[in-house]
């Protein structure tokens, strides 16, 4: 099973086992002193991982968000104040203007992996 952005030319590391994630849900990881929330949504077969940082709450709380999707796009809902992000490109979708990093994530061999 893959589930990765396009990223052909970037360093894969390994961030957990796939047993790690809950499924529908988010956990956080740190990835040289960054905090990454990443999401397993096994239904659709994709992995998803953003900056765990809410720039509203100013808190690194999205990995505790809500998962699902508006129009058909992949997004989390803070648990702050319920602004959505775009799980693929780290988008705001109430606020064009704040965008947060999104990141190439992949599982290979029942390892999560991220991208760098």
């Known amino acids: 099973m893959s ?3 396009k990223n052909e030319s ?3 590391v390994d961030i957990c086992s796939l047993d790690a994630l809950q499924p529908n849900s988010g956990v956080c990881a740190l990835v040289e002193g960054r905090q990454i929330a990443i999401f397993y949504m096994p239904k659709a077969d994709k992995v998803y ?3 765990n940082f809410d720039p509203f709450g100013e808190a690194n709380v999205l ?3 809500l998962i699902g999707d508006l129009k058909g796009e992949p997004v989390v809902a803070s648990p702050l104040y319920k602004q959505h992000f775009n799980l693929e490109t780290g988008q705001c ?3 064009e203007a704040v965008k947060i990093g999104a ?3 992949r599982i290979d061999a029942q390892k999560v ?4």
């Open 49 to 51: 991982a953003i900056d």
């Open 103 to 105: 990141y190439a994530v």
């Open 3 to 5: 589930a990765e952005m």
């Open 63 to 65: 990995s505790r968000g």
């Open 10 to 12: 970037a360093e894969w």
């Open 93 to 95: 979708l109430e606020d």
């Open 113 to 116: 992996q991220l991208a760098l």
